[in-house]
């Protein structure tokens, strides 16, 4: 009930509000190896099953690195937890954190990109940050120094989207061009070399770029029109074909890619009617195809269109389907597929019976997710 002062004719008078549904509430899961706690609960064991991290239902987006992990709460502040001998969990300190501390007093984080030892975000108001190790210059501040608290980079406040590689960067304007900068070994930064960038570069010249990711040292984007590219090194069959080098170049002529995650040697993407594919290396059976081939173009896992969100680790794949249940595939020495034991899988397996998950992300031997 909501009551009013009436300042014309005095008295007061008052009315009976309409009951409000409260908030959706966001619940954080973790599983797979602990090493420096990088599961978040408190301790150090490992997890072959989802354990809650916390009992607040309050996480809105987790970001999961090499030994570290972030994440934003729905009220706009930034945590971290895991391994910290970079700086990378952003608290100002190299001490690793077991359970998730809060990064500094600011609010307004909106998107997060963690690498193996190093992390960007973007703010509400566009702006972009980094932290964490910074020996290749993935931080794009135009030097080497690791730093240990969000530090912003350049002045800019047009920035889109963000991915990070295992010591590289990558993000997207508002104008639709592709930015990267970092470790560059094997042109996994499309400028058309290997030379290594402290700061953001162009690469060509488009702005029809949409999002990018990278694995250790390969890359692949998608642009505005839904046409896969990809670049950089290419052992196992990484480039799906498209013979990029350090340069983008397209992969098939299709035009309905929607989602894509890279990681270490294998890449997975969810195109626009739901259908799943996955190529690179198969080692583990990370490919979700049934068996551990290197597979050189895109291949599609299974016939389903169910597919709403994937990620992928360095050995395995998670995925959430669009009825909300989750699945996993790929290594599993440590758990990390959270099917309560250390059994490898060739071919998607449901996580649980669970239909309430939003969103999951895979980091090296670990993973983590958020239900409602």
């Not at 074909?241 to 890449?267: D, F, K």
């Not at 996955?278 to 169910?306: C, H, K, M, Y």
């Not at 395995?316 to 959270?338: E, F, I, M, P, R």
Request: charged residues 10%.
């Amino acid at each position: 009930m909501i009551t009013f002062q009436n300042l014309t004719f005095g008295g007061t008078f008052s009315y009976e509000t309409p009951d409000l549904p409260p908030p959706p509430e966001f619940y954080l899961w973790s599983w797979g190896v602990n090493y420096h706690g990088r599961l978040g609960v408190g301790d150090t064991t490992n997890r072959s099953s989802p354990t809650q991290i916390g009992a607040l239902g309050n996480w809105l987006s987790v970001a999961g690195g090499g030994y570290h992990n972030t994440a934003i709460k729905t009220d706009g502040t930034l945590w971290s937890w895991g391994n910290n001998a970079s700086g990378q969990l952003g608290d100002n300190t190299t001490t690793a954190r077991s359970s998730p501390v809060q990064v500094g007093a600011l609010t307004g984080w909106s998107s997060l990109a963690s690498g193996r030892e190093h992390s960007l975000a973007i703010k509400t108001d566009g702006t972009m940050w980094a932290w964490g190790t910074n020996g290749s210059g993935q931080l794009g501040f135009g030097n080497t120094t690791a730093y240990s608290s969000p530090k912003q980079v350049g002045a800019l406040t047009t920035w889109a989207s963000i991915g990070t590689g295992g010591s590289s960067s990558f993000a997207v304007k508002t104008d639709g061009t592709l930015w990267s900068w970092g470790n560059n070994f094997y042109g996994q930064l499309g400028q058309g070399n290997t030379f290594y960038r402290s700061s953001p570069v162009q690469v060509g010249a488009l702005n029809n770029w949409l999002r990018c990711t990278s694995g250790d040292h390969h890359t692949i984007a998608i642009k505005t029109n839904g046409t896969l590219w990809a670049w950089g090194r290419n052992n196992a069959g990484q480039d799906g074909g498209s013979g990029g080098g350090s340069s983008p170049a397209q992969v098939g002529a299709l035009t309905n890619w929607s989602i894509i995650e890279a990681a270490y040697q294998h890449n997975v993407a969810i195109k626009t009617d739901g259908t799943l594919w996955a190529w690179g290396s198969g080692e583990t059976g990370r490919l979700g195809l049934g068996n551990t081939t290197d597979i050189f173009s895109p291949v599609q896992v299974g016939a389903l269109t169910t597919w709403s969100k994937i990620d992928a680790g360095q050995f395995h794949t998670t995925a959430v389907k669009t009825d909300g249940t989750l699945w996993s595939w790929g290594g599993n020495s440590y758990g990390q597929l959270g099917q309560g034991n250390t059994t490898n899988r060739s071919s998607p397996v449901q996580i649980g019976a669970l239909t309430n998950w939003l969103n999951v992300s895979a980091g090296y031997r670990h993973s983590t997710a958020i239900s409602s």
